[in-house]
């Protein structure tokens, strides 16, 4: 089953613009992960946050990871149209398994 | 980097048949290979985790005499689905990692269609 829910289900936005995702799930968790998947494609990782950091920047990507609230987010800064994919958050218990969230549609429009 | 490719990209059968997915890490040695299925605009399920050498961990609801996995060697995994039906229509993808707490590497997927 999937951990937790991710919000908004979808998002559109336009270019340049910042898209806010947000995670949340149940259990206490060693990291949390943020992947990419293009229509019909497979996942590209994008980001790792272990659970005892509270931010985390990669180039546009900024996560944050909230362990008392359960929760995270993905921002995007100065979307671009190529950024339009699908974004799952997913946690990785102790056991090293990974279980996804329900994932955000982004559609940046040019 | 550290790539996996799968085998075949999309294959299309009949109800009744067996359908084999290869999952290969290419440039690493994966101790342990995972499979997930995914219904059209829906997350990722795991199906079952295999570590070479041993038999592969189904999460519950998953048939194992249904869907085969063999890790035989440390650089591929097998899937098959057997008496495929049309409700096994779905995209599977595999991913691999080298040891425990290593990041998983994911497969560009197969798409299956059972007519």
């Known amino acids: 089953s999937q951990q937790g829910e991710e919000d908004p289900q979808a998002l559109s936005i336009q270019e340049g613009e910042n898209a806010t995702m947000n995670c949340s799930y149940k259990t206490s968790i060693n990291n949390l992960q943020w992947y990419r998947q293009n229509s019909g494609r497979g996942l590209v990782h994008l980001i790792l946050i272990r659970s005892n950091e509270r931010e985390k920047h990669s180039g546009r990507l900024r996560v944050t990871l909230d362990t008392s609230k359960k929760s995270s987010s993905l921002l995007i800064t100065a979307s671009r149209a190529a950024d339009t994919a699908s974004y799952f958050c997913?946690?990785?218990?102790?056991?090293?398994?990974?279980?996804f969230g329900g994932g955000t549609r982004l559609m940046v429009k040019p | 980097g550290a790539v996996v490719s799968q085998h075949p990209s999309w294959v299309i059968c009949k109800s009744g048949t067996s359908v084999k997915i290869e999952c290969r890490s290419l440039d690493f040695q994966a101790t342990t290979m995972f499979w997930y299925r995914q219904f059209p605009k829906q997350s990722l399920m795991l199906m079952a985790t295999s570590n070479e050498g041993s038999k592969a961990t189904y999460e519950q609801g998953v048939e194992k005499d249904k869907f085969l996995i063999n890790h035989a060697s440390l650089t591929l995994s097998t899937l098959t689905v057997t008496s495929a039906h049309p409700e096994d229509s779905s995209f599977y993808i595999c991913s691999a990692r080298r040891g425990a707490q290593e990041t998983q590497y994911f497969g560009p997927g197969t798409r299956l269609l059972v007519l």
């Open positions: 997913a946690t990785d218990d102790a056991g090293n398994m990974l279980t």
